[in-house]
């Protein structure tokens, strides 16, 4: 018998480990303790199980101890919680049932996981139907819920990921649906400029949002939530996600290391403070690759990642953990909403010289029938052209443009190689410049000074100092709303008309998405025209600047 390796959590980390040790070691004695019932369960499918899109339960279970004893020779022992580590003797105490036992090691990988963040809201103790959504027992309180009480109006707190799946699935299901979101928009890890496209999209669909705002107080047992200005709302059913925080206290009871909100530091083999135990998974700190920093980064693939690579490391194989970008999409309705690496707003918390530029686009070729818009916007450094994140919102293709830009990025490619990149190309799949290579023209542009360009935030202040907006859509377009105060020149007049502007002004131009204001701004500016294009246009500022739209038909 070779090396006995014990494996605390299943799931992602853990059970990608198993696995891969069994796969590169006969002889390894391997043990994996799960404290819950499931030892591997597809916990990102959980919320579409409430609504019935996945229809079969046992579809969530991806293997059980008995499939993975016949196939991989694994010792599987659901429903054992370690409850010690004692690094001296490296053995393990065992809680199962009424029993207490103690098992030895050779080598220890944590996989707890993270844990759902509970915030301490007064009332919560007395409160019934209040769930969090983590793993397959939460799941089964939530479906008793349904089934006992026939809920009609249900709260999720929480607008990240696993909130807006969760009031969608509930949305489906006939509930009345409220999201209360502490941060002033829905989906915090993308900016304001985005999410708004995917709030529009819940409250088209009936769900009201409610930002800028937490739960306070439970009262009724419950069915009352009181909200920090006083205000309250009714619920049969409440979803607290709120966020998740490490299951780190074993490894601290055992004098493992932690870092950063309780996370558990690892060095680049996965191994802790510890000999001799290593760890993975949601509950480690993790190097953010962009800036070379410390993350929690909670998200599947690179937990699976990661159980590979220790299994590896384990065997003898030479593996290097690298760090993360953080890569995420969800489906919202009828929309998708992804994101990979910084957002605009962390990257500028983080002291980097930042640049952004926004890029409407078709998910194929806008002939074809079918094609769908989406906006694509990236982040990016204004010298190097270095990739800091990217985010794209719309119907369909958005995973294809952000999984390209994470390649891209993880590949220590820059915003110049952009328009390198070849896709495949017919009508029904894409566009001939894709989206991704339009990005890369356009911040080229930027970097190299052919163009410049202003964000929507900065528009009121720039007409502010002086700036003349000037609107080159058609006459058509300006049916949809009108730029307060704007001038109106469409773009096949102005090479006829630049003379009614005034070479001493600074000028702003907009178009629809920014394409063709650039066309106006590079005319203007080879005839001496102080001219900067406004990034996204009127497709952007319309959404994420409603207030300042005029859709009377005048312009006052």
């Known amino acids: 018998m070779g090396q006995k390796v014990l494996i605390i959590g299943g799931v992602a980390g853990g059970m990608s480990a198993a696995t891969r040790l069994r796969r590169l070691d006969e002889t390894a004695e391997v043990i994996i303790i799960e404290k819950g019932p499931y030892v591997s369960f597809a916990n990102c499918g959980l919320p579409y199980y409430v609504s019935g899109e996945i229809s079969e339960r046992s579809d969530l279970l991806v293997q059980t101890p008995e499939s993975l004893k016949s196939r991989f020779n694994l010792d599987v022992r659901p429903n054992h919680e370690v409850i010690a580590i004692n690094p001296e003797k490296k053995t393990v105490t065992i809680k199962h049932g009424a029993t207490e036992f103690d098992e030895t090691y050779d080598k220890l990988i944590l996989s707890p996981g993270a844990k759902p963040f509970i915030p301490p809201i007064k009332g919560l103790n007395e409160a019934k139907d209040v769930f969090s959504l983590r793993n397959v027992p939460d799941l089964d309180q939530i479906m008793t819920s349904l089934e006992a009480n026939k809920p009609k109006q249900a709260v999720v707190i929480g607008a990240g990921f696993i909130g807006l799946e969760m009031a969608e699935n509930l949305q489906k299901l006939g509930m009345t649906v409220t999201i209360i979101e502490k941060a002033p928009h829905v989906l915090p890890p993308l900016d304001e400029d985005m999410a708004i496209f995917v709030q529009q999209e819940l409250e088209r669909n009936h769900v009201k949002v409610i930002t800028g705002q937490s739960a306070a107080e439970f ?77 929690m980064i909670a998200l599947a693939s690179p937990a699976n990642r990661q159980g590979r690579q220790v299994a590896d490391i384990i065997a003898g194989q030479q593996r290097l953990n690298k760090g993360s970008i953080g890569t995420a999409i969800v489906r919202v309705f009828d929309l998708s909403a992804a994101s990979t690496g910084l957002s605009e707003r962390v990257a500028r918390q983080s002291g980097l010289d930042v640049e952004v530029i926004h890029i409407f686009g078709k998910s194929h070729a806008g002939y074809y029938p079918g094609a769908t818009q989406l906006v694509l916007k990236v982040i990016f450094n204004p010298t190097t052209g270095k990739i800091y994140g990217a985010q794209s919102v719309g119907e369909k293709g958005v995973d294809k443009r952000i999984d390209i830009i994470a390649t891209a990025t993880k590949g220590d490619l820059t915003m110049f190689d952009l328009p390198e990149l070849e896709f495949t190309y017919a009508p029904p799949f894409g566009s001939a410049k894709d989206p991704v290579n ?55 007049d102005l090479r006829q008309r630049a ?58």
């Open 219 to 295: 009262r009724d047992a419950g069915k009352t939530i009181v909200l920090e200005d006083g205000s309250t709302i009714a619920t049969d059913l409440t979803i607290l996600s709120v966020g998740v925080q490490p299951e780190s206290s074993l490894a601290q009871a055992a004098g493992v290391e932690l870092g950063m909100r309780g996370g558990i530091l690892v060095d680049e083999y996965y191994q802790t403070s510890v000999p001799d135990i290593y760890a993975v998974g949601d509950a480690i700190i993790v190097n953010q690759q962009i800036t070379d920093t410390e993350a």
């Open 438 to 492: 339009m990005s890369g023209y356009a911040a080229i542009n930027l970097i190299e000074g052919v163009s410049d360009s202003i964000q929507w935030h900065e528009l009121s202040g720039k007409l502010a100092e002086g700036a003349v907006l000037l609107d080159v859509r058609t006459d058509d377009e300006l049916k949809q709303g009108r730029f307060k105060d704007a001038i109106h020149i469409p773009l096949n």
């Open 499 to 556: 003379s009614e502007l005034d070479k001493n002004q600074a000028y702003i131009i907009s178009c629809h998405s920014g394409q063709r204001s650039y066309i106006g701004e590079r005319l203007l500016k080879q005839l001496g025209y102080n001219v900067t294009n406004l990034d996204g246009g009127f497709a952007l500022y319309h959404v994420v600047k409603a207030e300042e739209i005029v859709r009377d038909g005048s312009n006052q």
